[in-house]
C-alpha cells in the first residue's frame, strides 16, 4: 500500500515508517498538517495515519477538511488521548479507526490491515493492477506474468507497483527515489539502475515482448 504518515513526532514517525517500510508499504511523511493536507488532496493513499495534536493544523481539522471535501481514503488517527468522549468524536469526524499512544506496532499494521480490507469490499478499488499480462496482485502482494509467478524483493515490489499505477507514463529517476526509496535528493549512486536491471531480468527475461523500457535522456515506461 501506499501509506500517508501525518506525525510530527520524529521518533514516532520514524518507528511507525520504519515498521511500514519493512512490510514493504511505501511511506510519505508529512510532520504537520498543513503538509499533510496538501499530500492527502493532491497524491493518492490507499490509507492515512494521522496523529490528532499536529503544528499549523491540528489532525482533526485535517481530516474533517478531507471528508468534507469527498476525500474517503482510509484513516487510522493516533493520539495520547484515550478516553471514550475524544475516541467518539474521532471517530466522527471521520476517522475509520483510532489508535492511543503508546501502541505497538504490530497492532497499528493490523488496524491497517483492517482498513484496507473493509476500504477494499466498500469502494471499487482495485485488488490487481494489470499491465498487458503482467499482473499484480495487491492483497496477497504477489506478481505474476501470463500465469508464471515472479519472486520480488520488497523493494523490487514497491518499484514494480509504482512503475505499474504509472503504466505508458514515462517515469524519472526522481520520481522513483522519492516514491520507492524515500529519497528527495539525488545520493549519485546506481541504485536505481541496479533494481531496474534486476526486475526487467524477472519480468521480461523469457518473454517476446518486453514491458520494461529505457526512454534514454528521460527515464522509465511500462507497458508494450
Known sequence: MRILLVEDDPHTAGFIAKGLK??????DHADNGKDGLFLATTEPYDAIVLDRMLPQL?????LKTLRGA????????????????????????GADDYL???F?????????????????????????LRVEDLELDLLKRSASRDGK?????????????YLMRQAGRVVTRTMLLEAVWDYHFDPQTNVIDVHISRLRQKIDHGFAAPLLHTVRGAGYRLGS
Open 70 to 93: 469527498g476525500n474517503r481514503v482510509p484513516t487510522l488517527l493516533l493520539t495520547a488521548l484515550g478516553d471514550v468522549e475524544q475516541r467518539v468524536e474521532g471517530l466522527r469526524a
Open 22 to 27: 519493512e512490510d514493504g508499504h511505501a511511506v
Open 58 to 62: 491540528d489532525g482533526m481539522t485535517l
Open 104 to 128: 505497538a506496532y504490530a497492532e497499528l499494521s493490523a488496524r491497517l490491515d483492517g482498513l484496507a480490507r473493509r476500504g477494499t469490499a466498500a469502494s471499487a478499488e482495485p485488488t490487481r
Open 149 to 161: 509467478a515472479i519472486e520480488l524483493q520488497p523493494r523490487e515490489y514497491r518499484l514494480l507497483e
Open 100 to 102: 492511543v499512544k503508546p
